[in-house]
């Protein structure tokens, strides 16, 4: 249970179905359209032309949004009924920022190609990006849970090791074959 005044005690855990609430659906989903755009440039930065890149992390994100939901309908078949298509609407509608997060990482990959920067600098501005993206998610979400002090800085932290785990993938990566 959350102190009163929170910003979470306006907002139920979750739903009267069990279901997460919409709010943070999205903020999860958004999280995880970060770490995934920081996975591909990680691992095809160095070796993949901008364009193709930007495509790729694209499609690749548009893959896990619809897997996603794919396995949620799944896991509702295997309990013995179907969502409607209003609620598949919904939940895509909901988890759709899973892709919309890699808009400004995508952005600067093209702006920093714009001013002269090579593919393998580019993706390496773009994955900083992600980084900065990952420390403000991780600092929203311990202010919305109210944390403060120490623990505000150490989950701030966690998030941004996270991505900085992915600039040492994409450090490491090429020299592997």
């Given at each position: 249970?959350?102190?009163?005044?929170?910003?979470?005690?306006?907002?139920?855990?979750?739903?009267?179905?069990?279901?997460?609430?919409?709010?943070?659906?999205?903020?999860?989903?958004?999280?995880?359209?970060?770490?995934?755009?920081?996975?591909?440039?990680?691992?095809?930065?160095?070796?993949?032309?901008?364009?193709?890149?930007?495509?790729?992390?694209f499609v690749t994100l548009l893959v896990?949004?619809?897997?996603?939901?794919?396995?949620?309908?799944?896991?509702?078949?295997?309990?013995?009924?179907?969502?409607?298509?209003?609620?598949?609407?919904?939940?895509?509608?909901?988890?759709?920022?899973?892709?919309?997060?890699?808009?400004?990482?995508?952005?600067?990959?093209?702006?920093?190609?714009?001013?002269?920067?090579?593919?393998?600098?580019?993706?390496?501005?773009?994955?900083?990006?992600?980084?900065?993206?990952?420390?403000?998610?991780?600092?929203?979400?311990?202010?919305?849970?109210?944390?403060?002090?120490?623990?505000?800085?150490?989950?701030?932290?966690?998030?941004?090791?996270?991505?900085?785990?992915?600039?040492?993938?994409?450090?490491?990566?090429?020299?592997?074959?």
């Amino acid at each position: 249970m959350t102190a009163p005044g929170t910003a979470d005690a306006a907002q139920p855990p979750q739903q009267p179905d069990g279901q997460p609430g919409p709010r943070r659906v999205r903020r999860a989903a958004g999280i995880y359209g970060v770490i995934v755009t920081a996975s591909v440039i990680a691992t095809a930065g160095t070796t993949l032309k901008t364009v193709q890149l930007v495509v790729a992390i694209f499609v690749t994100l548009l893959v896990y949004w619809l897997a996603e939901e794919y396995a949620q309908v799944g896991e509702h078949a295997s309990a013995g009924h179907l969502p409607t298509w209003p609620r598949i609407s919904a939940a895509l509608v909901a988890k759709w920022p899973m892709v919309s997060a890699s808009y400004i990482p995508l952005l600067t990959l093209l702006v920093a190609r714009l001013f002269g920067a090579t593919p393998p600098n580019a993706a390496l501005v773009a994955l900083i990006v992600c980084v900065g993206l990952l420390t403000f998610y991780g600092w929203a979400a311990a202010r919305t849970a109210g944390l403060r002090g120490r623990a505000l800085i150490g989950m701030t932290l966690a998030a941004s090791a996270m991505g900085l785990l992915m600039v040492a993938l994409k450090a490491v990566l090429p020299h592997l074959h």
